[in-house]
């Protein structure tokens, strides 16, 4: 059974830092895609930045480009999102997601993903 557990949101204020986790069970996490993706009040669910184990390939949203940096552990099949220089408009609920894609081009879209976690609250205050 897929599990995709996030950890590590909270309520930090602007220009501040939080690192978020996902560790993931399951799979085969060399196989898989992994995103984070964000969902605020009102909002769809955007991509935020995403990694294809399988081939290297990584996504940045442009709104967090410079600020977030995805990584990956695979001796603890985590992925780690740090996030730096956090605004406001960074506010969200945080998810996982993970899936067996190929296609680059949808690397970065929600409905490509089959798992989700749970997801994690992140707030920034002004």
């Known amino acids: 059974e897929v599990q995709l557990v996030e950890s590590g949101g909270g309520l930090v204020q602007a220009g501040g830092s939080l690192r978020l986790s996902c560790a993931a069970s399951?799979?085969?996490?060399?196989?898989?895609?992994i995103g984070w993706f964000r969902q605020a009040p009102g909002k769809e669910r955007e991509g935020v930045s995403c990694?294809?184990?399988?081939?290297?390939?990584?996504y940045y949203a442009d709104s967090v480009k410079g600020r977030f940096i995805i990584s990956s552990d695979v001796a603890k099949n985590t992925v780690y999102l740090q996030m730096n220089s956090l605004k406001p408009e960074d506010t969200a609920v945080y998810y996982c997601?993970?899936?067996?894609?190929?296609?680059?081009?949808?690397?970065?879209?929600?409905?490509?993903?089959?798992?989700w976690g749970q997801g994690t609250q992140v707030t920034v205050s002004s």
């Open positions: 399951g799979f085969s996490f060399d196989d898989y895609a």
């Open positions: 997601a993970a899936d067996p894609l190929r296609d680059p081009l949808v690397l970065h879209l929600a409905h490509a993903y089959h798992y």
């Open positions: 990694i294809n184990r399988s081939d290297g390939s990584t």
